[in-house]
């Protein structure tokens, strides 16, 4: 069901891009990621002024529909909610929060190593052949003997 939701999102923001060959021309001029642009489109929706910035001219029926409205109204924020894709908004997080978690386990790892350290090194001067046999455990993950 998700893949069928995509499957029509592209589909229509392929319809907008033949809409509007001037963003087509922009971002290949720029080289931007089409990524990015899809992106553009799924949260902010196809009649933001985010679109001016890849050369779209907003309709003078928009500028006059815009005029009538203050600058920041609840109405637009409501209407860029309702484009935005939760699920796949709920997929990057969760990536972006697996990426993290990784990178923490990462950091722990070496302060484990850092606060370990005073206590090698004094297991070291008490015992300096430890670490020259294979057979000893290493507490370094990154342990290489020498040659």
Same mark, same amino acid.
């Given at each position: 069901?998700?893949?069928?939701?995509?499957?029509?999102?592209? %589909?229509?923001?392929?319809? @907008?891009?033949?809409?509007?060959?001037?963003?087509?021309?922009?971002?290949?001029?720029?080289?931007? /990621?089409?990524?990015?642009?899809?992106? *553009?489109?799924?949260?902010? %929706? !196809?009649?933001?002024?985010?679109?001016?910035?890849?050369?779209? /001219? !907003? /309709? #003078?029926?928009? *500028?006059?529909? !815009?005029? #009538?409205?203050?600058?920041?109204?609840?109405?637009?924020?409501? /209407?860029?909610?309702?484009?935005?894709?939760?699920?796949?908004?709920?997929?990057?997080?969760?990536?972006? #929060?697996?990426?993290?978690?990784?990178?923490?386990?990462?950091? %722990?790892? @070496?302060?484990?190593? #850092?606060?370990?350290?005073?206590?090698?090194?004094?297991?070291?001067?008490?015992?300096?052949?430890?670490?020259?046999?294979?057979?000893?455990?290493?507490?370094?993950?990154?342990?290489?003997?020498?040659?």
């Amino acid at each position: 069901m998700a893949e069928e939701k995509t499957n029509a999102a592209i %589909g229509r923001f392929k319809t @907008f891009l033949r809409n509007h060959p001037e963003i087509v021309a922009y971002v290949h001029k720029n080289d931007i /990621k089409w990524r990015d642009v899809f992106d *553009d489109w799924v949260i902010f %929706g !196809e009649s933001h002024e985010v679109w001016e910035k890849y050369g779209l /001219k !907003e /309709k #003078s029926s928009e *500028d006059d529909d !815009e005029k #009538s409205h203050p600058a920041f109204s609840f109405h637009k924020v409501l /209407k860029v909610v309702d484009n935005i894709d939760t699920k796949q908004w709920q997929e990057r997080l969760e990536t972006i #929060s697996g990426a993290i978690t990784g990178i923490q386990s990462f950091i %722990g790892q @070496f302060r484990q190593n #850092s606060d370990q350290d005073p206590q090698n090194s004094t297991n070291n001067q008490e015992q300096p052949n430890q670490t020259e046999h294979p057979s000893a455990p290493a507490q370094n993950p990154f342990f290489f003997r020498r040659d």
